[in-house]
Structures are given as structure tokens and as C-alpha cells.
């Protein structure tokens, strides 16, 4: 019985518990610190590999923007020595250095070592093929430690034509051979590669506040003309009596209509566009909208009466603005019975200018056509005429320059003035080199979005 007794006192005694109980939570405790430093540790791990891959793509946009800091530089340079468009385009390759593997590494060095953007400029297709413009797409790849992502932008570069004249800046007037003024003061200077013999000033209004510069020596050529395709056959007819066509990049057409009554929308977005078309007819409206600018190629046109081409506020006639819009034309321009706000380079077209009748184009005209006609003006806006070739007879007050074989006023109008404004060439499709150190580079290129690339 006693024996019973101190077996079960002995089953009662509690000594050692506390211990075993300590232990266990020390093995507990010990697992879930385990645990956690192991998730911490994947956690780091997770944090620093997604600082890598967000790095990576930053290094890549530096990449980028280190090979487009380097080209606007090399493009003027390019341009202040090219005398035609392939000989621009065959410099600008060579001084960007396409195809090359540049790398750039101006960062901070990291554990795991040097951060760096590889970086390659190719020229790519165009689907508009044009002779003064061409598409190129810079490609960045950054990487740091084992993570690398990717990144392209393309950039759109456009030649402006140029042609280099040596006169005085402040000419309003100049011509290769005669200029007779009746009865119309001038604000500046005129000019002639002849004798004075070849200037005719009539009548007691006609004063030349400037000089009269004569035997001035200078070449006056018509730049080359660009080539364009057009591959795709497709016409663009408006099914609604107003609709609008979105560029989200350049485009071209068989033929383009826009008939009476009717008004398209021609969206450009941020970026400047090209549209080329084998026949631009318009007997309604169009309204080029947008921040960029549209520039028309085109092989042959048709404007009817009251028909118009510019930006909202020139339809509306709240603006004078003719920047927005080219218009090249290969063909002629005798079918142009509205009104274009904007510039036009004609190959050898001659031209009507006559805005009382709401006809003709209101900004700068290039041409290779022998005359021109410039029966009104609202002289608000200063422009260019560069028509070495042609006779041109202006009847109505100008401002801006005036550069042609002959010109003859007859100052029928009491309040007839020519006078001198600088050109803002950003608005002209052709540059004139005079020597004064502008250039056209900022107009040349246009850049897309920087896009993250597979």
C-alpha cells in the first residue's frame, strides 16, 4: 500500500514542466524568426530586384536622351554644309553615326557594378517616301546588375530646302534684271544684279526710304524639287458633311475630295504630319487642327470658288496664322480658284494671288514659274516670294521680301507701300541663307514619345 502511495505522489510531481515548457517556446520562437528572416530576406531580395528593373529603364531613357542631346548640334552642322537633300541625309548618317553602339555610363557606380545604356540609331521605312524627309529610331538598352529593359524613339527629319543669296538684309525688292515702281513708296531697300538702268521709280510716291543697291553679284537657284511616291492607290472620300481624318502618322492617298458644303478635319496631334496625294481637290473646306504642322505633297490640285484650306481660326477669319501648313505641288496651280492659308512651293507653277476673291495661297511662295500675279493683299502677315524665274506684277501693298527676275508695280492704289520685315523662316518651306547665322534645325526634326520596346 505505502508502495501505491509514493507511485502516485510520484506521477503528482511537477518539477521539470517549467523547463520543457521554456523549450518549446524557444523552438517555437526560434522557427517563426526563422521564418521571418528568411521572408525579409526574400522581401530584400523582391525590393532589390525591382529597384534594378525600374533603374534599368531609367538608365535606357538616359541612353536616349545622351543620343538625341548629340544630334541637334551635328544636324546644323550637317545642314550649314549640304547644298541638296541627299547630300544632307548622306551627311546626317555619317555624323550620327548610324548603325554604331555607343555606350554611355555617366552614373553613379552600384555593388554590382558599372550601370550602362547601349544605344544604336537606325534609319527605318517610311510609309510615305519622301525625298526631304526621313525616319530614324534610336534604340536604348540599360542594365544594371542582371536586370535590362529596353527603350526606342523614333524621330521624324525633314531637309528644308535652301538656297544661299548675298544681299543686304534690309532689301525688300530684289531682282535679277528690271524693277519698275509707279507711284509706290518703299520702307527699305531694293536691289538688282543690273545697272541702274534697270530701276524705274515713277511718279513722286515713288521714294525708296533705303539704298538702292545695283550690280549685286549673287546666285538665285531654285532648290530641288522633292520626289514623292505615292504606293497606296486608295481614295479618300467624306461620307458626312463634316468628318475628320486623325494622323497618327503620316498617310498618303490616290486622290483626296472634299466636295461643297462639306468640311474635313485633318487632326495632326503634337507631332508634325505628311499627307501625300496624287490629287488634292477641295470644294468645301478643310481645317488642319492640332499643335504640329500638315504639310501637303502633292502631284496635282483643284480648289473651287470660296473653298479653303487652313486652321480653324482662318476659316473662321479670327486668324492670319499661316504656319501650320505646306503645300508642295509638283503640278500646276491654275486650278487653285480658293484660298490656301499657308505656304506653297511649286515646282514650276505660275501663280494668281488675288485675296479680295478669296484665290490663292496667303503665305510664302517658292516657285520655279516664270509669272506671278499679286493683284491683292491684306498685308498683315509678312512673307517671302522667291520665283527667281518670274516676271511678277504686284498691284497691292506687301510686307516682307520680294526676290524675282522682274517686277513691275503700276501703284493704282493712293496707299500702295512695299515694306521690309524679317522672314521668320520657321513658317517658310524654303531657308534663305544670308548670311546672318540662322538656321532651320529646330523646324528639321520632329520627335515621337519614348516607348518602353520588347
Avoid: C
Amino acid at each position: 500500500m505505502k508502495r501505491f502511495f509514493l507511485q502516485i505522489k510520484s506521477l503528482n510531481n511537477e518539477k521539470g514542466v517549467a523547463l520543457i515548457v521554456v523549450l518549446l517556446v524557444l523552438v517555437v520562437i526560434s522557427i517563426l524568426g526563422i521564418s521571418l528572416i528568411g521572408l525579409a530576406s526574400t522581401n530584400l531580395k523582391m525590393s532589390s530586384g525591382d529597384r534594378d528593373t525600374q533603374s534599368a529603364y531609367y538608365i535606357a531613357e538616359s541612353g536616349v536622351t545622351y543620343r538625341m542631346n548629340m544630334i541637334e548640334p551635328k544636324l546644323k552642322e550637317a545642314y550649314g554644309q549640304a547644298v541638296t537633300g541627299s547630300d544632307f541625309f548622306t551627311r546626317v548618317n555619317n555624323t550620327m553615326e548610324v548603325g554604331a553602339v555607343k555606350e554611355y555610363k555617366d552614373f553613379e557606380q552600384t555593388s554590382g557594378g558599372q550601370p550602362v545604356a547601349t544605344t544604336t540609331i537606325e534609319q527605318v521605312p517610311s510609309s510615305t517616301p519622301i525625298s526631304y524627309s526621313y525616319d530614324y529610331k534610336v534604340t536604348s538598352i540599360g542594365k544594371i546588375n542582371n536586370r535590362t529593359r529596353k527603350v526606342v524613339k523614333v524621330f521624324h527629319l525633314s531637309w528644308k530646302p535652301r538656297t544661299s543669296v548675298t544681299i543686304p538684309a534690309d532689301t525688300v525688292l530684289f531682282v535679277k534684271d528690271s524693277l519698275v515702281l509707279k507711284n509706290v513708296p518703299v520702307d527699305g531697300s531694293i536691289g538688282t544684279s543690273g545697272t541702274m538702268s534697270e530701276v524705274t521709280l515713277n511718279g513722286s510716291k515713288a521714294i525708296v526710304s533705303g539704298n538702292i543697291y545695283t550690280n549685286v553679284s549673287t546666285p538665285l537657284n531654285i532648290p530641288d524639287f522633292p520626289v514623292f511616291m505615292i504606293i497606296n492607290t486608295n481614295n479618300y472620300s467624306m461620307t458626312a458633311t463634316e468628318q475628320t481624318l486623325t494622323l497618327s502618322s503620316d498617310m498618303a492617298f490616290n486622290t483626296l475630295t472634299v466636295n461643297n458644303g462639306q468640311t474635313l478635319t485633318i487632326d495632326v496631334g503634337n507631332y508634325n504630319k505628311d499627307l501625300v496625294l496624287n490629287n488634292l481637290n477641295v470644294y468645301g473646306k478643310i481645317k488642319v487642327v492640332g499643335t504640329g504642322k500638315l504639310s501637303f505633297y502633292v502631284k496635282n490640285i483643284t480648289m473651287g470658288p470660296g473653298s479653303i484650306i487652313g486652321t480653324e481660326g482662318n476659316i473662321l477669319g479670327t486668324d492670319t496664322n499661316i504656319e501650320k501648313i505646306y503645300v508642295f505641288l509638283e503640278g500646276t496651280a491654275a486650278n487653285i480658284g480658293g484660298k490656301i492659308s499657308g505656304s506653297m512651293y511649286a515646282k514650276n507653277s505660275d501663280i494668281v494671288i488675288d485675296q479680295a476673291k478669296g484665290k490663292g495661297v496667303l503665305g510664302h511662295i517658292i516657285t520655279g514659274g516664270f509669272n506671278i500675279s499679286y493683284l491683292s493683299n491684306d498685308n498683315t502677315v509678312p512673307k517671302m516670294i522667291f520665283a527667281p524665274n518670274a516676271s511678277v506684277s504686284i498691284n497691292t501693298s506687301f510686307s516682307g521680301s520680294i526676290i524675282a527676275r522682274t517686277l513691275t508695280s503700276s501703284g493704282n492704289d493712293d496707299n500702295f507701300i512695299f515694306k521690309f520685315v524679317q522672314i521668320n523662316y520657321d513658317s517658310s518651306p524654303l531657308f534663305v541663307d544670308n548670311g546672318t547665322g540662322l538656321s532651320p534645325v529646330k523646324e528639321m526634326i520632329t520627335t515621337e514619345p519614348t516607348r518602353e520596346s520588347n
